[in-house]
């Protein structure tokens, strides 16, 4: 059985495509960089992190866009030996104007190198290419209204790709126009000589949900797929094929942005991003989500087994709604392969230690919005260790020194070895739990005026800002080992100096905070853990890391 979600910790908006035998499923990484992120697998049930196709600044711009902006949902496709890859890059969200600049990327291997972007155009968010087979391509996306109140609830439009003159051509057409159903995640497929309109529904919280409509032309009208098996409480609530809103005792929440594949063997399968609730919920007089369910580890990325109907619609293969923690594995899968991609699977999982004795840093780690030049870090300076520079602070937009990982449970363990002299307070290292700028557990080490060398707990909630602990002095010249023991989303912090025991400082500070729904500016991404260095004075002083641990308890 394949065990979802088969793309843990914060994987959302799946894009899925199949080249011969190898599956690859194409990420969001909002303000990450690199820029999406690219999972292969030959049987459905493995996945393997392989490539980050927005690898170059000449692609990809992200200093200064707020927290969950940036790259929002890539489109996956390929046709006559070359990958396409669509996404939105979006530099202002928070206001009724949305900018949502619409991109397109090549390659004839999965492992690049990818192109320039192509701009396209950038009504809305969302975009997904369609080859016909005609041989002429169209571009779908949903459309955002600054309007108050808005024109329509949902809206979708679509227009001609040219690949020759790698432009958009011809004129932008609504296909979906609607006053009570919001759509977005739009793709298009054909079979039988019908054209499906595959769209996510109802936002992407709980309510999320997925559509499917159909026509013989690709520019309409479209018909919803309507049956009594899909539950509906409201004139207003959509049509959803698969959704967990009804369910908020299943494991799999907020179930919705669909993309399809078909295996060798004609099985259909869905990818579509979910999330996984904690126990705790926003209070009731939250300033947005108030009571919501808080799900700290993200969207993360599951697949459903899927059927096509005796009269052309698409359900699910059980015939109900509700997406499966457990769903059964296509029947081309081989044993020795599922061995050896299993083994691929626990080498590159959750459970990692990483010494800095590569020359590269490993692939999982991402940084905020910028790529860790030699200017913020080295692998080569002192080797067997990652030597840090302090730049600016923690909530800089722009020239950060940090690299995370995504916590994918709610009971993980997180812990670094480093060395780290600071001279002022204004320099700082250690380790990380955040979220995004506004939102972040830091066990660090500093200095201060009066006790010298220490170490402190810093967290700042939605700008509030402030230390869990005192300032703990410590030796100079001594290793310091930083822990944060996560337990139901409650984490412990300690520390130790070389050849002496764990001391705790902290115990079973909530982290929920740092979760989708309880941040009031972003709440698309995920919570991740990681190591960085700060110096606000502006000289640069570095920390050297011994290593660098994340295990699952």
Not at 446 to 471: F, V
């Amino acid at each position: 059985m394949i065990h979802n979600p088969i793309l843990k910790g914060f994987h959302p908006d799946p894009s899925i495509v199949r080249v011969g035998e190898d599956y690859y499923i194409a990420t969001s990484t909002f303000e990450w960089w690199p820029g999406i992120r690219l999972h292969h697998s030959t049987n459905l049930v493995h996945w393997e992190l392989i490539e980050y196709p927005l690898n170059r600044t000449s692609q990809l711009d992200l200093r200064g866009v707020g927290a969950s902006q940036g790259v929002w949902a890539p489109c996956l496709t390929y046709d006559k030996g070359t990958f396409y890859l669509l996404y939105t890059v979006v530099t202002a969200f928070y206001c009724n104007m949305y900018d949502t600049n619409n991109y397109l990327v090549t390659a004839t291997d999965i492992h690049g190198p990818w192109s320039e972007p192509i701009a396209l155009n950038n009504f809305g968010f969302d975009p997904s290419l369609f080859h016909d087979d005609d041989g002429r391509k169209y571009m779908v996306s949903m459309v955002t209204d600054h309007r108050v109140p808005k024109k329509y609830v949902g809206r979708l439009v679509l227009q001609e790709y040219d690949p020759v003159q790698k432009k958009m051509t011809g004129p932008v057409k609504d296909i979906y126009r609607a006053d009570k159903i919001f759509l977005e995640g739009p793709h298009i497929f054909k079979r039988n000589g019908w054209y499906y309109l595959f769209s996510a529904d109802t936002g992407t919280g709980e309510l999320h949900g997925q559509t499917i409509q159909r026509s013989r032309d690709i520019w309409g009208p479209y018909e919803m797929y309507q049956a009594d098996f899909m539950e509906r409480t409201a004139e207003n609530e959509a049509y959803s094929i698969l959704t967990s809103r009804h369910h908020e005792d299943i494991l799999l929440q907020k179930s919705g942005h669909c993309d399809l594949v078909e295996t060798p063997e004609g099985e259909w399968y869905a990818v579509h991003l979910c999330g996984r609730a904690s126990d705790r919920r926003n209070p009731a007089d939250a300033i947005r989500f108030a009571g919501a369910r808080r799900y700290m580890l993200g969207r993360e990325t599951a697949i459903q087994k899927m059927k096509w109907t005796d009269d052309d619609w698409l359900v699910m293969a059980d015939g109900s709604t509700e997406p499966k923690e457990y769903v059964e594995e296509p029947a081309g899968n081989h044993r020795v392969e599922k061995q050896v991609m299993e083994s691929a699977q626990e080498s590159t999982g959750a459970n990692m230690r990483d010494d800095f004795t590569a020359p590269v840093l490993d692939p999982d780690y991402q940084s905020l919005r910028i790529p860790m030049t030699e200017h913020y870090l080295s692998l080569t300076e002192r080797p067997g260790y990652l030597r840090m520079y302090g730049r600016s602070g923690l909530s800089s937009k722009f020239s950060q020194t940090l690299i995370a990982k995504r916590l994918t449970e709610y009971d993980m363990e997180t812990s670094t070895k480093l060395e780290f002299e600071p001279e002022v307070f204004k320099q700082m290292a250690g380790l990380i739990l955040m979220y995004d700028t506004d939102n972040y557990l830091y066990l660090h080490v500093s200095r201060d005026e009066d006790c010298g060398k220490c170490i402190a707990l810093l967290k700042a909630e939605n700008k509030k800002y402030e230390y869990l602990t005192d300032y703990l002095p410590v030796f100079f010249g001594l290793p310091i080992y930083l822990k944060a023991d996560m337990r139901n989303g409650y984490i412990t912090f300690a520390y130790r100096l070389e050849g002496s025991d764990w001391q705790t400082i902290a115990e079973n500070i909530d982290g929920s905070f740092m979760s989708d729904e309880a941040c009031t500016e972003g709440w698309f991404t995920g919570a991740m853990a990681g190591i960085c260095c700060q110096d606000l004075t502006g000289f640069g002083k570095y920390a050297d890391f011994d290593w660098f641990e994340m295990k699952t308890k």
